[in-house]
């Protein structure tokens, strides 16, 4: 049978990193399809292919960010019916997950590759990279359905507590995605067109090889081709549990979107600054997202099981964990977010421009440690409405207004618009802090953060 993380029983920490670092490093080969893209037209190509990509990228992040939420549905549902012993019932629910999905990804297709100019005009894209964008939004939404098999794949994995083989897959098909890039780009000159063709054509092989490697193991659920059917209560299982993620992970990434419009307004020197930024983000962000996802599947298989202390002994040891090294990216964002800028940007005013933006992520860093771990051990209780709430009221009650704000202020630079992220983090957190009290009482008074035994 194949072999998976003993969650339910011995050690805690022991396991989590085990399971948490293939999710980390199988994330930050995935944040590698946007970067070496930009890295590859930002050394190869015009300012307005970076703005293109840039842009292009956030819209197509955006999709990818409400499927790995709906897909929180079969990790949670997967990983409780394995902690409860019901291999069937896991097959039952991945089998309509891969149906749902499906579908999903043949609709998306149909509405984003006719409606890829009007997107990028709603984002008001630069006029001199409208072009640009509009392609790299049309061709990567192309290959939706592999970004959904690809996230539906994943979640399989993670929720029978094995976070190697989509760690296996990403990392062969990143390799394709540079050699891609560097023919597409850099010697056939195609611009943000090559490096969304690039991006796509490793997406698929990512796909082709996790497939292969389910058919060659024994896993621990019982999956048969009459389970490839969405049955009504299972299906409703899955949406009930990852609407709410999606739809938080939707706003949110619109709040960002917004964002990013707003910037677009100052030129194509911010837009490009911002995009380099946001790329660096996304790899700053890697440690609590990946501890994020671990928690999901730890809790949601303890909490089959029946094993609260457990999970919430779990809660503490990943927050101290994400925190140490939130500490360490802190520093590099804030004082040296030029050098790290330079990975993907030529031009002095693009460096400049994404530096400034990366002081007010600095600051983010020591926050999320906690935030992204709150998620993730809710998300694994199935409280993802609680989940939802928090993210919606950080992204539009704080968000975006103070972002507007700053951005109407005549000597405000591109870190004063940044704080906005920082500031809804600190408000999220309050929320979940409220949450955990609520928690508290309602298991009867037991602090959830006791490292001794239950009482």
């Given amino acids: 049978m194949e072999k998976r993380n003993s969650f339910t029983t011995g050690p ?25 893209d930009l890295w590859v037209v930002g050394k190869f190509a015009e300012a307005a292919d970076v703005s293109g990509v840039s842009t292009g990228s956030q819209i197509t992040q955006t999709v990818a960010i409400v499927i790995t939420g709906l897909s929180m549905g079969i990790t949670v549902q997967v990983g409780q019916k394995i902690g409860e012993g019901r291999p069937d019932e896991a097959g039952r629910a ?9 579908l999903l990804a043949l609709a998306v297709s149909a509405v984003m590759v006719p409606g890829a100019g009007a997107i990028a005009r709603l984002m008001q894209a630069p006029a001199e990279a409208l072009r640009e964008t509009t392609a790299y939004v049309r061709l990567c939404s192309a290959g939706t359905v592999f970004i959904v098999a690809y996230n539906v794949l994943g979640s399989i994995f993670r929720g029978i507590g094995n976070s190697r083989i989509p760690l296996y897959t990403v990392g062969i098909a990143s390799i394709f995605n540079v050699a891609g890039d560097l023919l597409f780009v850099a010697v056939l000159h195609m611009g943000a067109a090559g490096a969304a063709i690039a991006t796509v054509m490793a997406q698929a092989l ?3 090889l996790s ?20 049955r009504r209560p299972v299906v409703e299982r899955i949406l009930g549990l990852g609407i709410p993620i999606a739809l938080q992970d939707l706003l949110v990434s619109i709040s960002f979107l917004v964002i990013m419009a707003i910037v677009n307004t100052r030129g194509v020197i911010a837009s490009a600054g911002v995009g380099v930024a946001e790329k ?9 997202s ?6 999901s599947a730890f809790v949601a298989q ?20 994400s925190a140490a090294m939130g500490a360490a990216m802190f520093y590099l964002a804030f004082f040296h977010g030029d050098l790290l800028s330079r990975l993907f940007a030529r031009d002095p005013q693009i460096v400049a421009a994404g530096a400034d933006y990366l002081r007010a992520y600095g600051i983010d860093c020591l926050l999320t440690c906690f935030l992204f771990c709150f998620i993730g051990f809710y998300n694994g209780y199935g409280k993802t409405v609680l989940v939802m709430v928090q993210g919606i009221v950080g992204a539009f009650a704080v968000r975006i207004p103070i972002a507007y704000i700053m951005s109407r202020r005549a000597a405000s630079s591109l870190f ?40």
């Fill in 290 to 295: 990946a501890f994020e996802q671990a928690m």
């Fill in 280 to 288: 660096i983000c996304a790899f700053i962000m890697l440690v609590p």
């Fill in 94 to 102: 991945i089998g309509s997950g891969i149906t749902l999905f499906l």
């Fill in 302 to 321: 303890n909490v089959g099981a029946g094993e609260h202390r457990r999970a919430r002994l779990a809660l503490r040891g990943s927050v101290i964990m």
């Fill in 416 to 455: 004063h618009i940044g704080l906005a992220t920082p500031s809804s983090t600190i408000v999220q957190i309050v929320i979940c802090l409220a949450a955990l009290a609520v928690l508290r009482k309602k298991l009867g008074g037991e602090r959830i953060m006791h490292t001794g035994n239950t009482r």
């Fill in 206 to 208: 990512s796909v082709l």
């Fill in 211 to 230: 497939w292969l490697l389910i058919r060659r193991r024994e896993l621990p659920f019982t999956l048969t081709r009459a389970d490839l059917r969405m």
């Fill in 12 to 36: 805690i920490l022991g396991p989590l990193i085990r399971f948490a670092l293939p999710v980390l490093m199988a994330l930050f080969l995935q944040a590698l399809y946007g970067a070496i």
